[in-house]
T-cell receptor, first 112, second 116 residues
Framework: DQQVKQNSPSLSVQEGRISILNCDYTNSMFDYFLWYKKYPAEGPTFLISISSIKDKNEDGRFTVFLNKSAKHLSLHIVPSQPGDSAVYFCAATPFGNEKLTFGTGTRLTIIP | DAGVIQSPRHEVTEMGQEVTLRCKPISGHNSLFWYRQTMMRGLELLIYFNNNVPIDDSGMPEDRFSAKMPNASFSTLKIQPSEPRDSAVYFC??????????????FGPGTRLTVL
């Protein structure tokens, strides 16, 4: 039973445009959410996070939006750059718990 | 500043053989996590340790899998006997208690395991 779902296995976006990656969760206990980025032959690296007390968190070109009522979050990348081509994982956890539950990932390809 | 170190990077073995994956966490990190990545299930947590003590092993698929952390700088994940369905990329990650960004885990480069 996938508690964190990334329904789009892949996404292609033109360089300079906005990339939007989506994530849905089912567990109401989740209240802290993270995005990780993974290049081939490397481990995932932390990108950005958001607590359930917020509905938006911004870090440079990356913004994460959280819609608690819909149990949905999204990662926006503006503008998209070729170096953003990677697999993006969404993860969630109840606050105070070290255990992260990850989604299956979305492969983002930025087209020059 | 060395990150999480995993060895081997690639392992090819035959069904029924014992496989041992190794991990050295970042110095000073209290928690260590073992994950398995597959296309179908994404990143699954197998087990995690805090201060060398196993906290949650509910993700370990079956008795063929075992993990140890004999000290703060070393952990192993063992599969005995291995089966073709164990083929996956196995990641080790570590995190410090009270990190600036809560729950940020630092991943190693992974071990790609192929069981023939």
């Amino acid at each position: 039973d996938q508690q964190v779902k990334q329904n789009s296995p892949s996404l292609s976006v033109q360089e300079g445009r906005i990339s939007i990656l989506n994530c849905d969760y089912t567990n109401s206990m989740f209240d802290y959410f993270l995005w990780y980025k993974k290049y081939p032959a490397e481990g995932p690296t932390f990108l950005i996070s958001i607590s359930s007390i917020k509905d938006k968190n911004e870090d440079g070109r990356f913004t994460v939006f959280l819609n608690k009522s819909a149990k949905h979050l999204s990662l926006h990348i503006v503008p998209s750059q070729p170096g953003d081509s990677a697999v993006y994982f969404c993860a969630a956890t109840p606050f105070g718990n070290e255990k992260l539950t990850f989604g299956t990932g979305t492969r983002l390809t930025i087209i020059p | 500043d060395a990150g999480v170190i995993q060895s081997p990077r690639h392992e090819v073995t035959e069904m029924g053989q014992e496989v041992t994956l190794r991990c050295k966490p970042i110095s000073g990190h209290n928690s260590l996590f073992w994950y398995r990545q597959t296309m179908m299930r994404g990143l699954e947590l197998l087990i995690y340790f805090n201060n060398n003590v196993p906290i949650d092993d509910s993700g370990m698929p079956e008795d063929r899998f075992s993990a140890k952390m004999p000290n703060a700088s070393f952990s192993t994940l063992k599969i005995q006997p291995s089966e073709p369905r164990d083929s996956a990329v196995y990641f080790c990650a570590s995190s410090p208690t009270g990190s600036r960004t809560y729950n940020e885990q630092f991943f190693g480069p992974g071990t790609r395991l192929t069981v023939l």
